[in-house]
Structures are given as structure tokens and as C-alpha cells.
């Protein structure tokens, strides 16, 4: 038999590192990605420079939850809620931006949100009732995630979320409405309108750093309660609720959607783009 001549440390760990960097980044690009937490507005949720893992390939899959924590992009009506920094455009300072997308650390951007999902299309939303809570058609909904509410005697203010009061909005076909834990500094769909169910990255589903805050983002019983009673969002006049995937299906169809980088929500080939992030 014929052994196999083995190969060099000095030249084993470095094709060994190529082929991990190559794995963190299909990972990455279609699977899980870990995301930087640069602001208050989900506290005590998510606690500025918490790490979150989000899963982006759920909503391929099915439609999001109220209640589920999502990353997205903002539309142009969402003013980020921190400046920019500037960036270079070095080879250095772009291979530092990538190493540190990977492992959730480098510096967000302008463009990317992290919020609660609270309602979705055909959703009626409003507040409040006379115990100052939201109501979601109709109904009022306990948050306990909630910490320092808005005030209820501010007036409304179309482009500021400084008061906990809006008028009912009936959540447009193929968009979500969106709020912050942390209400009285989120500057959410209050104020900046609802946001596209396309535009969602994914969803956060653990906090993993740092350690001592390391728990899961499950959906709360409040929102399961509701989703129990509620199960499905009354569509807008001439809608059609978008219809659960069949599980074969969708079985069958993960395997490719990852292969070929097609998104089920766009329909479009995948393009790389930088992680930003704005909760």
C-alpha cells in the first residue's frame, strides 16, 4: 500500500485556515450571521454591544411572527438613530470590516435595524387603550419586554416617536409594523412607518455575547396567546393571505435556495452586501 506523504505543519495551517475562513463566510452569507447591537433602543432586550445570531434563512421559508425580534433594512422614511462613521475604503480596513462582519464586531452602518415585529398585513395598529397599551385589531396587548414607555401626555409628532400615542394603521399587503423594546428613545414604525417584509435580513434568535447575557429571543407567551386566538392577519380588501409553504417542499427546495443564493422572498440572485446594523 501506498501511504500518503503527509503534508508540512508550516503549510497544513494555513490551507486549514483558507478552508475555515471559506466555511465562516458561506455561513455567513446564507445561513447564520452574528450582528453588533450599537444602541439602546431594544433595552433590556438587547443591551448596547450585546452580540445576536440571526438565522436568514427562516423567512424563505415562512412569514414572520409578531412578537420575533428581526434585523432589516430601513426604507428611505427611517433616519438611522446613530451618525456614521466614516469609512476607509483601504484594502486593510476593508479585510479588518470583513474578518470583523463574521464574528458580529465591526461597526454598523446606517441602513439596518433591529426591531420587535409587531404587526402584520392587515394588522390594525393603534394606541392606546385606557391603560396605555397598544391594541392590535382591537384587542390590547400586555408587553412586558417593555422598558420606559413613551409618555402618554406628549402629542404626537409624525416624524419623532416621542409620544406613546398614533393613530390606527392598517398595516399595508407584504410589510410589517415595527417597534422598539426601549420605546421612549426607538424611533420605530411610529413615526417612520411600516417596513417591508422583503426588506427583513433575518431573524435574531439568541444573544451569545457577552456571555453572562447569553439567552435565547423566543417569541413571548403574550404574542403566543394572541397568535393562538389570531392565528392569521385579516388581509387587506382583494388580498390573499400568503399561504404556509408546504413542508415537503420546502425540504426539498433548502438545499438548492442555499446552492444557488436565490432568495424566496425576493426571487432574485444573491448579491453580497456589507452587514449594517441600527436598532
Same mark, same amino acid.
Not at 394606541?127 to 392590535?136: E, F, H, L, S
Given at each position: 500500500?501506498?501511504?500518503?506523504?503527509?503534508?508540512?505543519?508550516?503549510?497544513?495551517?494555513?490551507?486549514?485556515?483558507?478552508?475555515?475562513?471559506?466555511?465562516?463566510?458561506?455561513?455567513r452569507t446564507f445561513l447564520v450571521q452574528a450582528f453588533y447591537i450599537p444602541s439602546g433602543s431594544m433595552e433590556n432586550t438587547l443591551a448596547i454591544k450585546d452580540r445576536v445570531l440571526v438565522n436568514k434563512v427562516v423567512y424563505d421559508m415562512r412569514d414572520p411572527l409578531r412578537g420575533?425580534?428581526?434585523?432589516?433594512?430601513?426604507?428611505?422614511?427611517?433616519?438611522?438613530?446613530?451618525?456614521?462613521?466614516?469609512?476607509?475604503?483601504?484594502?486593510?480596513?476593508?479585510?479588518?470590516r470583513t474578518v470583523g462582519d463574521l464574528v458580529?464586531?465591526?461597526?454598523?452602518?446606517?441602513?439596518?435595524?433591529?426591531?420587535?415585529?409587531?404587526?402584520?398585513?392587515?394588522?390594525?395598529?393603534?394606541?392606546?387603550? /385606557?391603560?396605555?397599551?397598544?391594541?392590535?385589531?382591537?384587542? @390590547? #396587548?400586555?408587553? $412586558?419586554?417593555?422598558f420606559e414607555n413613551s409618555p402618554l401626555d406628549a402629542p404626537p409628532n409624525p416624524r419623532q416617536c416621542t409620544s406613546r400615542r398614533f393613530a390606527e394603521v392598517t398595516v399595508p399587503a407584504g410589510e410589517m409594523f415595527v417597534m422598539g423594546d426601549?420605546?421612549?428613545v426607538s424611533q420605530d414604525a411610529r413615526c417612520q412607518g411600516p417596513v417591508p417584509i422583503d426588506n427583513i435580513i433575518g431573524?435574531?434568535?439568541?444573544v451569545v455575547w457577552p456571555t453572562s447575557h447569553f439567552t435565547s429571543?423566543?417569541?413571548? /407567551?403574550?404574542?403566543?396567546?394572541?397568535?393562538?386566538?389570531? @392565528? #392569521?392577519?385579516? $388581509?387587506?380588501a382583494g388580498e390573499n393571505p400568503r399561504p404556509a409553504p408546504d413542508p415537503a417542499t420546502?425540504?426539498?427546495?433548502?438545499?438548492?435556495?442555499?446552492?444557488?443564493?436565490?432568495?424566496?422572498r425576493s426571487g432574485l440572485w444573491w448579491r453580497p452586501r456589507q452587514r449594517r446594523l441600527r436598532s
Open positions: 500500500m501506498i501511504r500518503r506523504k503527509e503534508m508540512p505543519l508550516w503549510q497544513e495551517l494555513p490551507l486549514l485556515l483558507v478552508v475555515a475562513f471559506c466555511l465562516a463566510v458561506l455561513i420575533e425580534i428581526v434585523v432589516f433594512r430601513g426604507t428611505d422614511n427611517w433616519a438611522p438613530e446613530q451618525p456614521a462613521e466614516p469609512i476607509s475604503n483601504t484594502f486593510g480596513a476593508k479585510l479588518g458580529g464586531v465591526s461597526r454598523p452602518g446606517e441602513r439596518d435595524f433591529i426591531k420587535r415585529v409587531i404587526g402584520l398585513p392587515g394588522d390594525k395598529i393603534a394606541c392606546c387603550d /385606557d391603560q396605555g397599551r397598544i391594541t392590535v385589531n382591537g384587542e @390590547p #396587548i400586555d408587553e $412586558p419586554y417593555i426601549h420605546r421612549l431573524r435574531a434568535f439568541v429571543l423566543s417569541v413571548p /407567551d403574550n404574542w403566543k396567546a394572541y397568535a393562538a386566538a389570531h @392565528p #392569521i392577519a385579516a $388581509p387587506p420546502a425540504a426539498v427546495m433548502l438545499p438548492f435556495l442555499l446552492s444557488v443564493g436565490v432568495s424566496a
